[in-house]
């Protein structure tokens, strides 16, 4: 972040150019018991080279771990330095929204080709420009599917949907009137299809599954499709962790009619929670319902290959009434990141990576399971990460791992009353065999008392 100093001459013409008597007036949106109510406990001046060193020493009280063993919608994956040096060039920050194809085509052609790499990665022929997160995402192709169903009102969702989104979902689709959201159970880790039979009624536009789920299960899209289908719904699969499409078989391949999830596995640091990197891929037929932007390849008069806006389905485009959807980003700098990591891995490449990730997480499981305060949850399938129950005291476990450098798995405790005591691992290509190693001896010192 730049060094911006301003003197209070120019706070006050600021203020008052838009018509504000105190800084804090710009607050009012913020319940008064979440503000600070206080001055920051800085000095009232400073040289820019004591804000870096008080900056420095203010990160410096963060815990920076060794290791982590936490995904759940998060991953920790390695970025090579070709990403950041390429996205640092600064006509990719002063880029646009690319209104005027005649200035924007590297832009336009960026995106294209995020477009068609995400195609290639869910085996479905249409996606948009990207869009605010996974959660958001899947709003958004829940909306979709409501509206390409029409008169159908019902949306069933997986338990085994991220929480997050789950939430997400219940605030954006309560207001809509007329519309309902049913939860569909789980059975060892996975949908339960004998739940799904029996909730599949004629009003049930869509049905929404995790690809892998949020318990790290790989859902056998096939056998759900086989049921949606003849019911008159659409399946929406929803993946939270992109990479593992290099493992995986594609969903558009496996009978479903949407995929949305996460992308910010490919080139995006997690960086304290963002920002994240929402896709939304569908069949060919429901194109004019995506919401956001599409890209299309076009040539010219003189027969020269170009990229335009396609289809723009948004309200600033459009009457607000006649808009799919209020996004009003495309998140084109996250994709573009996104697009130059998968052209440097290629597919072989990612498939190596998605590989190394399977292999370590096996791996991982299989230490902690030779561990006597473990036990195996379900037997599903899985990718990067694994639900295991701990016979001890779950937070002081993750206590000692913290005190050790390492980020342990999540707690599942609070999600589910079946989840008591159980925790959510993760392995990825940054995880080290020492790294494994180490956690298990830290674990193993843990006296293995209930």
């Known amino acids: 972040m730049r060094y911006l100093p301003s003197a209070p001459s120019e706070d006050r013409a600021l203020l008052d150019a838009i018509g504000v008597g105190r800084a804090e007036d710009l607050l009012k949106g913020i319940p008064p018991e979440l503000r600070l109510n206080r001055e ?50 600064e006509e990719w920050f002063t880029a646009y929204t690319p209104y005027q194809p005649e200035v924007a085509q590297g832009t336009l052609q960026a995106i294209f080709e995020y477009q068609t790499l995400i195609c290639d990665l869910t085996g479905l022929e249409v996606t948009n420009a990207s869009m605010y997160d996974g959660a958001t995402a899947t709003v958004e192709a829940a909306l979709m599917a409501v509206r390409q169903a029409k008169k159908k009102n019902t949306i069933l969702i997986s338990q085994g949907l991220h929480p997050h989104y789950q939430e997400v979902l219940c605030t954006n689709i309560t207001p809509h009137e007329g519309l309902k959201l049913v939860q569909v159970a789980l059975k060892d880790g996975v949908t339960d299809l004998e739940d799904l039979k029996a909730k599949l009624g004629p009003d049930v536009a869509c049905v929404m599954v995790g690809y892998p789920n949020f318990l790290g299960c790989v859902e056998d899209l096939k056998a759900i499709s086989e049921i949606v289908k003849p019911a008159g719904a659409l399946l ?42 929402g896709f939304l891929a569908v069949k060919d037929a429901y194109k004019r319902e ?139 290509e940054t995880t080290t065999r020492e790294q494994i190693e180490h956690l298990v001896e830290v674990l193993a010192r843990i006296p293995s008392l209930a």
């Open 40 to 89: 920051l406990e800085l000095p009232p001046q400073a040289s820019e080279l004591d804000v870096l060193r008080t900056m420095t020493a203010f990160a410096a009280q963060n815990r920076r771990f060794t290791a982590r063993f936490l995904g759940a919608g998060a991953y920790d994956h390695f970025v090579p330095t070709a990403v950041d040096m390429i996205t640092s060039r």
């Open 290 to 428: 995506i919401p956001g932007r599409l890209i299309g390849q076009t040539k010219d008069l003189d027969g020269q290959t170009g990229y335009v806006l396609t289809l723009a389905s948004r309200e600033q485009h459009i009457r607000r009434d006649k808009a799919t959807s209020n996004i009003c980003s495309n998140q084109a700098l996250v994709a573009l990141r996104a697009n130059i990591y998968l052209q440097l891995a290629g597919p072989e490449g990612l498939k190596g990576i998605a590989e190394q990730n399977a292999a370590k997480a096996q791996y991982l499981r299989q230490r902690l399971l030779a561990l006597p305060t473990f036990e195996a949850v379900n037997t599903q399938p899985f990718f990067n990460e694994f639900v295991l129950r701990y016979k001890g005291d779950v937070k002081a476990m993750q206590k000692a791992c913290a005190d050790e450098d390492i980020l342990a798995g999540l707690d599942l405790s609070s999600y589910a009353t079946a989840l008591q005591g159980c925790t959510l691992w993760c392995a990825t």
């Open 236 to 277: 929406v699969s929803v993946t939270q962790e992109a990479m593992a499409f290099g493992w995986l078989e594609g969903p558009g391949k496996l009978g479903v009619d949407m995929a949305c999830g996460e992308a910010m596995s490919f080139g995006n640091y997690v960086n304290f929670g963002g920002p994240f990197l």
